[in-house]
């Protein structure tokens, strides 16, 4: 009896290693999937259930399957923190998020301490990879990068001599704002005035006034599409024409649902269009199949999970310590090309381009 007992003790470890081995991998991304920035939360979401799919149909990563987990943090610090946690109890191994700098920022310290491996595919505060956590990475770029690229080409353009500098406040908004102004007053201009608003806010018809008061020309708004759609339109409806530029977080069409017509000429920097890599061509095609437009941040959040499976697959682990190993000295294929990370986590040789709001689409400008 002792041994038959023995035999079935010994028959159920065996298959206790084996279902174990057998685990599935838990991923998660995070980011606004309600509130005011949900589209973007929406890019993430397909972005990441895409690119599991993929991974999964072509054997998944050592063997196993990934399994991905769906945070709301609204863009909201403390929100963003709890939903961290979360990730934490459900034993996920790799983050791609958070979306807002606000929130990948004290996110990122929970997983330092918890060792869990996070890579942004949207946040570009410069503070994110500069607090020397090494767990951390992104593939987009970072706004010390695109405010220097915003102020230059507003100097060498000749775009404006009186210019107004806007932010909301938040980690992004405020930063990219104030990129752009110390690059700015490095090319020797100086700006008539720099204000801040609140996220939320719906009127600014005092803003708009104070700014036609002022001669400005150019007006740069550090902050995302929905109070940059409401400044820009009700700037027309009170005929304050003045040039209109902000960054990367007016690549959505929201952006125009919200301006209409008024929205024709705004400018706004971001990478060069991800849709048009001939990496991307087949995932493109599959997600437009499906009848959606993977524009802004979905495909970068695609790249953000390949690099975590290419990671994991050439460390043969997902010991964090491994991948990192990894991460700092490989190039990864992606769909938005090959991707390699400096000592912070930041991409290599980031590139930032202009593009224009033109007839409910936005292009980049050539030339």
């Known amino acids: 009896m002792k041994r038959l007992t023995g035999l079935l003790l010994g028959s159920a470890a065996l298959v206790l290693v084996a279902t174990a081995a057998q685990a599935d991998i838990v991923i998660a991304t995070a980011g606004p999937i309600t509130g005011p920035y949900a589209s973007f939360g929406e890019q993430m979401k397909r972005g990441a259930e895409m690119a599991v799919a993929d991974i999964n149909a072509k054997g998944g990563v050592l063997g196993q399957k990934l399994v991905l987990e769906i945070g709301d943090d609204a863009c909201d610090p403390k929100q963003a923190v709890a939903v961290a946690n979360q990730f934490v109890n459900k034993k996920v191994k790799f983050v791609a998020g958070h979306f807002c700098s606000g929130s990948s920022i004290p996110a990122s310290k929970v997983y330092n301490e918890e060792g869990i491996l996070q890579i942004t595919p949207a946040s570009t505060n410069p503070l994110l990879t500069e607090q020397g956590f090494k ?82 020309d150019l007006v740069y708004i550090g902050g995302y599409h929905t109070e940059a759609g409401l400044i820009t339109r009700q700037s027309r409806e009170q005929g304050f024409n003045a040039q209109i530029m902000s960054g990367d977080a007016l690549v959505d069409q929201q952006f125009w649902q919200i301006t209409g017509p008024t929205g024709e000429g705004t400018l706004m920097t971001f990478s ?54 990894v991460m700092r000295t490989n190039t990864f294929d992606t769909v938005l090309g090959p991707i390699a990370f400096d000592e912070k986590g930041d991409i290599k040789n980031p590139e930032y381009v202009m593009y224009r709001w033109s007839n409910g689409q936005y292009a980049e400008i050539k030339g």
């Open 272 to 325: 060069p269009d991800p849709r048009n890599n001939p990496a991307a061509k087949d995932v493109v095609a599959k997600f437009k199949a499906q009848g959606y437009d993977p524009e802004g941040y979905t495909l970068y959040t695609y790249a953000a999970i390949q690099v975590f499976a290419e990671a994991a697959n050439k460390a043969k682990s997902t010991d964090l310590e491994a991948l990192i190993k």
């Open 135 to 216: 767990n951390v990475f992104r593939t987009c770029g970072r706004d010390d990068v695109q405010g220097i690229y915003a102020a230059n080409y507003v100097v060498d353009k000749k775009l404006g001599t009186k210019i107004a500098i806007l932010h909301d406040k938040s980690a992004y908004g405020k930063g990219l704002a104030d990129e752009f102004k110390k690059q700015l007053n490095k090319r020797g201009v100086q700006e008539v005035m720099y204000e801040a608003y609140n996220q939320g806010d719906k009127d600014f018809s005092a803003l708009i006034t104070k700014m036609k008061g002022a001669g400005v």
